[in-house]
């Protein structure tokens, strides 16, 4: 069974926003943590940030804030990313993944959104 | 800003057994954990709590922890072992990954 099922690719111009939707089955949403975390082409993987998928807490990676936010629609299971002030350094994949603690490790990914920045 | 450091590759071959290091600051005080990553793919947890392996990961991986320095260890490699490898470890609350190792099975 999926557990994690993310939007498709999306491209944007610079200084744009981007919103990255993550499904999650009901027991991974009513039961983990939600993380995003995402990898520039050829490059490894970063920490974004953390959702708490039942009351909606969130922290972030210093590099990010001001810049990411976190939601979750509760009627749907979903977490969503959205990403503003794009520029061609945001060009990755950006994968969720769930743990079961906050500082746990990540047991389950995503299949991963390709986000291209370009103009 | 924490950094844990890998070995950027390391090649071997068919049934030889490979141990890829990950050195951090105060990776004694922490867990780390392990992911493996095929081209195009999605990472995969092979060792979580320095030691401890998730269902449906084979036993020929294992992880040990020597002071600032956690170990995957790979036996009888086989060519499926074929992947980028990340450490990852928490720091301040703050998810951190190795640069990772790629491990080539010639």
């Known amino acids: 069974q999926v557990q994690l099922v993310q939007s498709g690719t999306d491209m944007k111009r610079p200084g744009a926003s981007v919103k990255v939707s993550c499904r999650a089955s009901r027991d991974t949403f009513n039961n983990y943590y939600i993380h995003w975390v995402r990898q520039a082409p050829g490059q490894g993987l970063e920490w974004i940030g953390i959702?708490?998928?039942?009351?909606?807490?969130?922290s972030f990676q210093q590099n990010f804030q001001g810049r990411v936010s976190l939601t979750r629609d509760t009627s749907t299971s979903t977490v969503y990313m959205d990403l503003s002030g794009l520029m061609s350094d945001d060009t990755a994949v950006y994968y969720c993944a769930r743990s079961r603690f906050s500082n746990d490790a990540f047991d389950i990914w995503g299949q991963g959104t390709m986000v291209i920045v370009s103009s | 800003s924490y950094e844990l450091i890998q070995p950027p590759s390391v090649s071997l071959s068919p049934g030889q057994t490979v141990n890829i290091s990950c050195y951090g600051d105060s990776l004694g005080d922490n867990f780390a954990s392990w992911y493996q990553q095929k081209p195009g793919k999605s990472p995969v947890l092979v060792i979580y709590?320095?030691?401890k392996r998730p269902s449906g990961i084979p036993e020929r991986f294992s992880g040990s922890t020597s002071g600032n320095t956690a170990t995957l260890t790979i036996r009888e490699t086989q060519a499926m072992d074929e992947a980028d490898y990340f450490c990852q470890a928490w720091d301040h609350n703050r998810a951190v990954f190795g640069s990772g190792t790629q491990v080539t099975v010639l």
């Open positions: 709590q320095d030691t």
């Open positions: 959702i708490n998928p039942s009351g909606g807490a969130t």
